[in-house]
């Protein structure tokens, strides 16, 4: 699993009392090439985004983005979100579906700030 939390949370649950704690990683978006016209598909400008994963999942929280981001932020900032599409989109929001290893890599480096409101995680 990929957290302490989310062992204690199998072991609590009974599901396993031996799983180990692999973290997630990310060194190997480095070793991807680059794929800069992401950000003109987009229609993102860099450094003017705030990226998420989209989940339908309750406890991914991905309402609390869309919520936030549902009118005009007067500082200009867009959600980006990659992943399971919302079942709505506020104008504020760019969805750009399933990157590669090349469009995630630019949209990591590019974007303001990574946001992961996870009610769990």
């Known amino acids: ?17 031996s799983a180990i704690v692999v973290e997630n990683g990310f060194d190997h978006i480095l070793r991807a090439g680059r794929d800069d016209g992401v950000l003109s598909r987009g229609r993102l400008r860099a450094g003017r985004y705030a990226l998420a994963f989209a989940s339908r999942q309750p406890h991914k929280n991905t309402a609390l983005l869309l919520d936030l981001f549902a009118t005009a932020r007067s500082d200009g900032v867009e959600l980006a979100l990659v992943g399971q599409p919302p079942a709505h989109s506020p104008a504020g929001v ?21 946001l992961s409101p996870s009610t769990t995680e």
Not at 107 to 114: G, T
């Open 1 to 17: 699993t990929v957290s302490q939390f989310s062992r204690t949370r199998l072991a609590a649950a009974g599901l396993t009392s």
């Open 94 to 114: 760019r969805w750009l579906g399933e990157p590669t290893d090349a469009e995630l890599r630019v949209l990591y480096e590019n974007a303001l700030v990574l």
